[in-house]
């Protein structure tokens, strides 16, 4: 039975909200149970990527082969949020040398392009779309540094699900047609964007077939040519003469000197768990600096969406986003104070800052000595295990599609700063902030769960809320991504913008009125959104019984599948 709730969530709105289906065992939140398997689970944001990675698997592929088809397999049924245009990170527990690896393959901007070009041409921010956001696109070395240090089996047979899709076409699923609905409305004006992303004259509606002849080529391609055929080909030569034509700088020297870079990931213990994060020039520390903060609180006590508890974690997460703001740029052009920001000393000083009966309008960023996205993870029979995502950023990304080539160009290079003096400050050759990380928790040096969560600025509050669900709150992995999530906006932004009259706080359903109430009298700004909470896929491991669980959450339309 469906129970309803009316909420007031300004003085003058009301909403009636579902709050869920009853179930028989755990959280009435819940949408289904964990899946649970013994050889090897795949769960994705798309089932028939699912499949293509159980597939691999099945095949005599590894986790690591079976990442790469599902993300290969995503970027034409997902374009809304990832593609061969896009970066990528990863973390890889590897079975063979029990130890964790992580990957950023993410592009930087255009040699040719300065800071100068745009204060002269008196731009305050960089477009969002066009040709001037676009860096160069890293995926496709990411998928063959993963394979040459990884990978069991050939690119050819990785591959070739993907190019079998984008040939023969695949029913576009529910949420991707929404936003593919959405981003046309925009983009469609873009040359070559109807042509690859409107057959017939309009964006796919739940249900219909879509092909995509050219990405099918592009992959074969890369498939039979290797990295080379995107970054040093004819591909390379297409994408770098169309930008030219549109006025942007991304040229086939740009493309042609990309090199991914192996980094080591970073941790924080929360309670006996280690998590772990990639460095900047991503924002997973943002997460770690989350979780050194609330571990110095009784979460446990003070109960699953109660108003002490989304009181800590908001004021939690002002308080890292400020150094977010702050600190986290390309460590190639910058000293980053990470073992300072992830610091014991460190969080018992920002944590003394907050005031348990009030919000904060606003935090100063600690002081320090110092100089749309997919998401996936696979786990496989040997033990190894991925944690892989990617994106073009702004939904289907910068408008830019190259003719022929069935893909778009990230317009990840928005996130540039404009600021001289700021760390994130627009540079040529530099790798720009980045929003999307994978995450990865150990318990005593053994492999644990692999997990990530997209959506922006929400990915590293979706990461603390997915640890404390767990950890504090004892849910299982499929309630844990399920739970009604906190979001808040307004924190100072890596392009130096501030956050003013504390930000606002979005709440999904399920979230008592009594508790809004009480956060409304300590000064919390509450909004109900529609949207914009993530999508969460994870599997865990269970040492003892030798088996994996899989959750994926219910607010896009994967699927967690196992054999």
């Known amino acids: 039975m469906k129970r309803f709730i009316l909420i007031q969530l300004s003085f003058t709105f009301l909403a009636i909200v579902t709050v869920g289906q009853d179930r028989l065992t755990g959280h009435s939140f819940a949408t289904r149970s964990e899946v649970i398997a013994q050889h090897g689970m795949a769960c994705t944001s798309q089932p028939l990527a699912t499949q293509v990675a159980l597939d691999i698997l099945k095949k005599g592929g590894n986790a690591i082969d079976a990442a790469i088809a599902a993300n290969a397999t995503l970027g034409l049924m997902e374009p809304t949020g990832n593609g061969v245009g896009g970066d990528l990170f990863a973390i890889v527990w590897d079975a063979r040398t029990k130890k964790l690896y992580g990957l950023n393959a993410s592009g930087r901007s255009p040699k040719s392009l300065t800071l100068n070009y745009f204060k002269k041409n008196n731009y305050t921010k960089i477009p969002s779309h066009g040709p001037l956001p676009i860096s160069v696109p890293g995926a496709v070395d990411g998928w063959f540094e993963l394979h040459n240090k990884f990978g069991s089996i050939p690119m050819t047979d990785i591959l070739q699900p993907a190019i079998d899709y984008a040939n023969n076409g695949f029913p576009v699923s529910e949420v991707i047609a929404y936003y593919w609905q959405g981003g046309a409305k925009y983009l469609h004006n873009y040359p070559n964007f109807k042509e690859t992303y409107m057959p017939g004259g309009h964006a796919p509606v739940k249900g219909e077939i879509f092909k995509n002849p050219y990405l099918a080529s592009t992959l074969k391609k890369i498939a039979e040519g290797g990295r080379d055929a995107f970054y040093k080909g004819d591909i390379a030569k297409t994408i770098a ?323």
Do not use: C
């Open 241 to 563: 003469a169309f930008i030219k034509e549109q006025g942007g700088f991304l040229s086939y020297e740009d493309l042609a000197k990309h090199k991914s870079e192996w980094v080591e990931p970073l941790s924080v213990n929360y309670r006996g768990f280690d998590v772990w994060e990639l460095p900047p020039n991503g924002q997973g520390t943002a997460a770690l600096q989350m979780l050194n903060i609330l571990e110095g609180f009784d979460i446990s006590s003070m109960g699953f969406a109660s108003a002490d508890y989304i009181h800590f974690f908001l004021e939690a997460k002002k308080l890292a986003f400020e150094d977010r703001a702050k600190y986290y740029a390309d460590p190639a052009f910058n000293d980053i104070p990470l073992k300072q920001l992830l610091s014991d000393e460190y969080a018992r000083k920002r944590r003394a800052l907050i005031n348990p009966e009030r919000a904060a309008r606003s935090y100063p960023a600690g002081e320090l000595e110092q100089g749309n996205t997919i998401y996936l993870t696979v786990a496989d029979s040997h033990g190894n295990m991925v944690s892989l995502i990617q994106s073009n950023y702004r939904g289907l990304g910068s408008g830019m599609v190259p003719p022929g080539l069935g893909f778009m160009l990230q317009d990840r290079g928005e996130l540039f700063s404009l600021e001289e003096g700021h760390m994130n400050v627009y540079e040529p050759g530099k790798r720009p902030f980045h929003t999307i990380i994978p995450a990865f928790v150990t318990k005593d040096g053994k492999p644990y769960i692999s997990f990530g969560l997209m959506g922006g600025s929400m990915q590293p509050q979706g990461h603390v809320q997915i640890i404390v669900n767990i950890i504090d709150f004892g849910m299982n992995l499929q309630e844990a991504g399920d739970a009604p999530r906190i979001r808040h906006s307004g924190s100072s932004q890596p392009t130096g913008e501030i956050m003013k009259d504390g930000g606002m706080v979005f709440l999904e359903s399920g979230i008592d009125y009594e508790v809004i109430r009480e956060l409304k009298n300590r000064g919390h700004n509450i909004q109900w959104a529609h949207g914009g909470f993530g999508g969460y896929q994870a599997i865990m491991w269970d040492e003892e019984n030798k088996l994996y669980f899989g959750a994926s959450e219910s607010r896009k339309d994967g699927q967690a599948a196992g054999y």
